[in-house]
T-cell receptor, first 110, second 116 residues
Framework: RKEVEQDPGPFNVPEGATVAFNCTYSNSASQSFFWYRQDCRKEPKLLMSVYSSGNEDGRFTAQLNRASQYISLLIRDSKLSDSATYLCVVNNTGGFKTIFGAGTRLFVKA | GAVVSQHPSWVICKSGTSVKIECRSLDFQATTMFWYRQFPKQSLMLMATSNEGSKATYEQGVEKDKFLINHASLTLSTLTVTSAHPEDSSFYIC????????????FGSGTQLSVL
């Protein structure tokens, strides 16, 4: 079993749609969690951190469920520019071991 | 956010040559940097963890004599792909975490290596 698992997609949604991505992790001792966005042939960029209390940044909402070892990302009112691969990232072992999920591809169409 | 500069952004070389990629933290000191490789439509694969002033830690299956890592200062790590072969063609990315920060990573812009 992979340490971090994501649905690879692709998710094809129309503009304005709401889309949700899920991610599970296997190490219960994982300490911090993030969502990154990666465009084709570009470096990943930090989208947002994920907290147990849930956090929101504009159209993006992230949620962490430690009991179920599950992370989610919700995108509301999808824009064409949201098309990218979204990476679930988990830090283990004092923050020095970072595990990347394989990514979920999103295509937003007009 | 913190800035990580990676150079060159792309390189084409002949089989058998060596290629050096530089990763610099521009506005912070990075005791630890990470090197990844990414093949098309696949996720980032951690190759090694670069520690300033000491030997790098390589992931299983990564040849340390093939991928030489040097982290001579708190702002510079280099990855040298020695005797490159076509199968080494890939997107190489470095990242760094600000000292003592358990938060997110900051990435260089990546290097696309094509070995002919």
């Amino acid at each position: 079993r992979k340490e971090v698992e994501q649905d690879p997609g692709p998710f094809n949604v129309p503009e304005g749609a709401t889309v949700a991505f899920n991610c599970t992790y296997s190490n219960s001792a994982s300490q911090s969690f993030f969502w990154y966005r990666q465009d084709c042939r570009k470096e990943p960029k930090l989208l947002m951190s994920v907290y147990s209390s849930g956090n929101e940044d504009g159209r993006f909402t992230a949620q962490l469920n430690r009991a179920s070892q599950y992370i989610s990302l919700l995108i509301r009112d999808s824009k064409l520019s949201d098309s990218a691969t979204y990476l679930c990232v988990v830090n283990n072992t004092g923050g020095f071991k970072t595990i990347f999920g394989a990514g979920t591809r999103l295509f937003v169409k007009a | 956010g913190a800035v990580v500069s990676q150079h060159p952004s792309w390189v084409i070389c002949k089989s058998g040559t060596s290629v050096k990629i530089e990763c610099r933290s521009l506005d912070f000191q990075a005791t630890t940097m990470f090197w990844y490789r990414q093949f098309p439509k696949q996720s980032l694969m951690l190759m090694a963890t670069s520690n300033e002033g000491s030997k790098a830690t390589y992931e299983q299956g990564v040849e340390k004599d093939k991928f030489l890592i040097n982290h001579a200062s708190l702002t510079l790590s280099t990855l040298t792909v020695t005797s490159a072969h076509p199968e080494d063609s890939s997107f190489y990315i470095c990242s760094a975490r600000t000292t003592g920060d358990l938060g997110g990573l900051f990435f260089g812009s990546g290097t696309q290596l094509s070995v002919l």
